[in-house]
């Protein structure tokens, strides 16, 4: 019994393992059409009798403003371009500030991220964060940066059933991606830690000094892919 046990786990790690980087390669060259985000925010506001609203539309990374990349770098993570999927000194001031018990704060990278909406469900628990991190690194090995810049800035929620730069575009600023002015970019990036409860446009005092900072980190942003 036991080695029929050992075996299925053995089956079935082999199937994860193939099927995991199948995925990922599959993604590296064709568009995400869904997330697992999406699909469960559309179930959630279907049984709570909410308005059902999805919008995304998938625009290569060369029809998606720079001033928006470098909007989300500058606000999400700024090591991005440098590092290997992982920010260990963000990981390590997100820790210390939760420890002391003020307001939780991730320490994700934009790697990171991509994994989670792309591959996984939303959560905290370790096993989820365990997967994170191995589907980081499967596209950090992968996807070179220009790819998994692309792929965030097309899956990542930017508003209630809005996803993707496109759609948030065209929802705060009745504008395509590619026309985003440094401030319109900068509000859409100041929104992401809970887009559905701040608005990119007509801003709360919050969310405005969010894109004045925001606008500030942006000049130091080389976009090197």
Known sequence: MLRKIFNFIKKAALWFFAVSIFLVILFRFVPVPFTPLMAFRFFENTFSDKTVYFDHDWEPLENISPNLQKAVIASEDATFIDHYGFDFNAI???MKSNKKGRKLRGGSTISQQTAKNVFLWQGRSWVRKGLEAYFTVLIEVFWPKERIMEVYLNSIEMG???Y???AAS???YSKDA????KREAAGIAAILPNPRKFEASYSSS????RKTRIMNNMRGVKLDY
Not at 206 to 209: D, Q, S
């Open 92 to 94: 390590q001031k997100a």
């Open 160 to 162: 209630n059933g809005v």
């Open 164 to 166: 993707g730069a496109q």
């Open 170 to 172: 065209r929802h705060w």
């Open 178 to 181: 590619n026309q985003l002015t």
């Open 206 to 209: 919050y969310i405005n000094r």
